[in-house]
């Protein structure tokens, strides 16, 4: 039997690979600070902890049982991090760096020493990357971002999250040099989709706007930061699980490569797939609020070319299952406050 150690499988992303994983037959042992919010967990094992305590991260690492001598696959989707209003208000930027960077130096160091005993059968490590790490002066344009992964350098990423992505990204890729540990490294352009968070200051742009939606009366009014004119990329969580799932099989393509859609769109846009999906007249207020870089879209020849992965679903088809369900956490759930 195959087996995966899933970091971060309390969140949205880690909570939909255990998922895949267990499909496919995977023994799982899934690691978060948290259990998954919003469905229970499939994972063989779910255990609690924080991972940026080195003991504790030994712990998870060892073999459960006498089954297996590595995990075959280890997926390190653990962060800290959220949405624009989380982000870029700089009010985090030390905890984002600090917890992010420890989880990372953390698992490399120890697999480091784990797999020089095991020269026969070394785990794979996928780790999860942003767009985020992009240089600021290639997205200026808002209708023609550069985002091709070799134009990460010279680095200038906008926020310090996004310079820690690309701290981590170098960490892996040295690791791999110098340790030989097996790796792969994606830059994910702005994942959702159902159970995903979605209130709170945290949640990523399409369900702060569905939530916006679904709780405006017809004719109301919601709020969106600037002018609306940025542009950004929405991938829909399943074909993300597809694509990380192809680039962890390939045996030789290790990255960094893009995993987004290239369907770029306005948030003034987005916002009116989300009316159209709740059959409302909406009005737009803008305020001022974090906005990050203008445009954003991803490049996806790199990852036609090595993995024959493309993205297929139209953002309004994953824009409406994710509405319907967040409609139904709204339903179900009497203590959300304004629709801010």
Not at 13 to 28: D, Y
């Amino acid at each position: 039997m195959k087996t995966a150690l899933v970091l971060g499988a309390g969140g949205f992303i880690g909570s939909h690979m255990v998922k895949r994983l267990k499909s496919e037959g995977f023994f799982v042992r899934a690691v978060d600070l948290k259990f998954p919010e919003f469905s229970k967990s499939p994972a063989d094992e779910f255990i609690i902890g924080d991972l940026r305590h080195y003991e504790f991260m030994d712990k998870i690492l060892e073999k459960p049982g006498n089954t297996i001598d590595n995990f075959n696959e280890i997926y390190q989707f653990a962060a800290d991090m959220g949405g624009a209003g989380f982000v870029f208000t700089g009010e985090n930027d030390a905890d984002i760096m600090h917890n992010s960077a420890t989880i990372n130096l953390n698992l490399l160091d120890l697999l480091g020493r784990l797999q020089s005993h095991h020269q026969e059968k070394r785990s794979k490590v996928f780790y999860s990357g942003s767009a985020c790490m992009y240089p600021e002066h290639n997205q200026r344009d808002e209708k023609n971002p550069n985002c091709k992964e070799e134009s990460a350098y010279p680095a200038a990423p906008d926020s310090e999250y996004g310079w820690e992505k690309l701290f981590s990204e170098r960490l892996y890729l040295a690791y791999n040099r110098n340790y030989g540990i097996p790796i792969a490294i994606a830059r994910y352009h702005n994942i959702f989709g159902p159970e995903g968070t979605w209130v709170g200051g945290r949640e990523k742009a399409p369900a702060a706007i569905c939530r916006k939606v679904i709780m405006a009366e017809n004719f109301g009014e919601i709020e969106i930061w600037g002018d609306g004119m940025q542009t950004r990329s929405f991938l829909y969580i399943d074909e993300c699980i597809e694509a990380t799932r192809r680039l962890m099989k390939h045996p030789s393509f290790i990255g960094p490569v893009n995993i987004g859609s290239e369907e770029m769109v306005s948030i003034n846009e987005l916002a009116k797939v989300a009316a159209e999906i709740a059959g409302k007249n909406i009005k737009i207020k803008h305020i001022k609020g974090p906005l990050g870089v203008r445009g954003r879209n991803s490049e996806n020849t790199l990852i036609r070319k090595m993995l024959d992965w493309d993205y297929q679903m139209p953002l309004r088809d994953g824009m409406k299952k994710t509405f319907d369900w967040i409609s139904l956490q709204i339903k179900n759930n009497i203590s959300v406050g304004s629709n801010n």
